[in-house]
């Protein structure tokens, strides 16, 4: 639906300030506006509820909870979303299923082109059947 | 063993001794019976020895009546013989005519047939050779006889030619009674036997003759045998004694006489007079005639130390069943003992015996689980592939297979992993009949690999989340400064002071750290000494906390040794915390407070590190955080609620089950 020059409403969930600036500033840098960056599960769960965003990227723990619920909520309302994570993709599956992960140290290059993607409606929510485990 | 042994012992030295006592009164009771066994045929023997003499004597009698009463014709005496000698063991009956010298020619007239006819009265010369007898006082000429042998009788003969017979003749007619011969070889049987002899008178009362009977010792023995059973029996005559010597001793049946010397030592002789003599009947007991027969002793000999042996075999067999009852119950101690789970199964996967640990992690209320398949044991929320697996277990087992695996199973909700083993016992014939299974809990083991996996999931999660902020750190260092060197040395610090707060952290396990240690651990990168204060209660920071903190010290320290009270001698910097309970939950409260700089200037533009400090704070640990740029010196209040820098146990990656309720 989006078209190339449509601006993304990006849900940024990161509980480590230096790296939730950090992804907010790519985003912005990108030409899209950020929703947050919000630090806690119950936070952006109220957030999302209130304002649908065009995507998410969501960290997996936040101040020791899972994310998952988040996830899920995410799924629910048709969000495409990335879990940006520095934990392995096999331990998020049990939790996680089949999202697309994004590997801590995210690199600014590849969020823009996630954004890229989703803004050209290219984006796969799921992640493809042979990294599943 | 000692005790045993001398049990063993006794037992058989009574054993013995009872068997050789047994032994001993069986072999004289035996002896005994023999004896009076033996005893009772000689005595039956002789009894019919007696019996068949009496009869004879009584034939002998007839005859000398006979002659006693009138003239008799050979004829009339062999009708009258033949019907004595019908019954009797007699072999012949006879009359001898006594005939004086002065008498002979007148009875040789008689003889009307040869070879009398021609040799008058005759003897024998030689075997088959009659011979005129030569004159003597008196003869004793056989005038009528009957042999049983039915041989012709040698009338005309004298007897008294023939050896042992005289004496005998003449006794009976010296003493008027009956008198037996020696023993002498009779003519008409060539046996061994005597003569029995009476005087016969004629009615004036003068000898007219001898009446005379034989008998041979083997027809008595005969009638002996057949009256008593015994087989060897001999009979024999002792030499004539006197009459007066007789009389006295003349009884039915005597006492026992000496045994003849020939005779063996069982054998029994009875003597008893007859006639003018004693005559002896002994005895030899056949073999067969005792109820003991000699091996009847080895029987009971060998009876009394097979009992004996039977006996201290079962003693040993009771004190092996004891031992085994005794080594039973220690196995099962043992068993019962091990902290391993043990069960022993059936090939087929029967439980046959559990012990107590096994018992108390899958026995049920009642049972214990013997007789049930092993792989009910997990059924409690076992699932279906589980009992497979199992099954699977027990059959490769069977096969002869070492089966070991680890195992899931639901004990009472709980969650256990049991290391499986189950093993086939080799039996004599090598094919498994029974099956060992023994597990042992690995619970804890797998709880420390899975606490360890964790650990090592956190690690690499926390490495490349610090990777991600040295990345942020370098990108925003590298906008603020327009200058390498200071890019770098600022980049440095930073990265350092990270360094070193991972580094606190990882010596605490990543459980958290004390809030003075990260303190002074930065502080002192930026004095020597007293330049610095710290001072404050202690208090567990958690390692989010921890780096902040640490940052946060670094970010202040860097700037007061660039532009503040540390920029110059004489400055000092005070740290200091508390905790305040004054609002609506706990905080920690820091108070960074620089004094004797020089003079603070307001920064028209913040920088990278007071921005940090704030927002981060803010941000991270939902605290407030404020740099304060005072003339006199910089002061930084942190302010955070206790709630979120107290240390977390683990990192959560799954949700909570309130989270999923939610």
Redesign the interface.
Known sequence: MNTTSTPLRVLVVE????????IASIVEAAGHSVIG?I?S?SEATAAVAGDRPDFAIID??L????S??LASQLREMNVPFCVC????VE??R??FGDARVV?????ASSIVAILGAVQRNEWQQHSRADRQM | MTRQRLQATIVLLIGVGLTVVAGWFVDGYARRIREDQVGLQAENATYAVKVALDRVAIAVQAVRALYASDAVTPEQFNRFAGTLTESESIRSLSFYRRVPLENRAQYEQRFDAEPQRTLGIWQYEGPDKPVRAPDRPVFYVVEASYLLSGRPPAIGLDVTSLPGRTGAIERAISEHGLTVSDPTRLLDTSEDGVLLYVPVHDRAGQVIGVAAASVTFSELGLVARHASGVRDISISVMPAVPSQARASADSEVAATAPPAETSPPEADTRSFTFGDRTWLVTAVPSPTTSPFAPWTLLLIVGAGLAATAAILAYLAGLEKAKELTVARGRLRSMLDGLGPLAWLLEADGTIINANRAAIGAFGRARDNGVGKPFWDLSLNGGSADQIDRLRQAVTAAAAGDDVRFDLEVDREGERKVIDLWIRPLASMSGEPSLLVASAVDVTDRYEGEETQRLLM?EL??????T???????I??TARAHSTVPNFEQSLIGRVNAMSRAHELLAQERWLGADIRTVVLQETETFSAGAAITVEGPNLRLNP?AALSVALAMHELGTNASKYGALSQPGGSVSVAWTIERDGKEPRLVLRWKEAGGPPVEQPTERGFGSM?IE??IA??LEGEAVVDYRPDGVVCTISIPLR?IRP?VA??????QA??A?
């Open positions: 509980d480590e300030f230096i790296i939730a600036d950090e960056p630090a599960v997996a723990s101040r020791g909870q899972s998952a619920p994570t520095g934990y392995r331990d998020l049990p939790t590997a801590k140290p995210v690199r | 999931r690499d999660h926390r490495m490349k989340n990777l991600q902020v040295i990345q942020a750190i990108r925003r989010k940090l927002r981060s941000y991270e979120t977390f990192p959560q990656l799954e949700p909570t989270e999923i939610a």
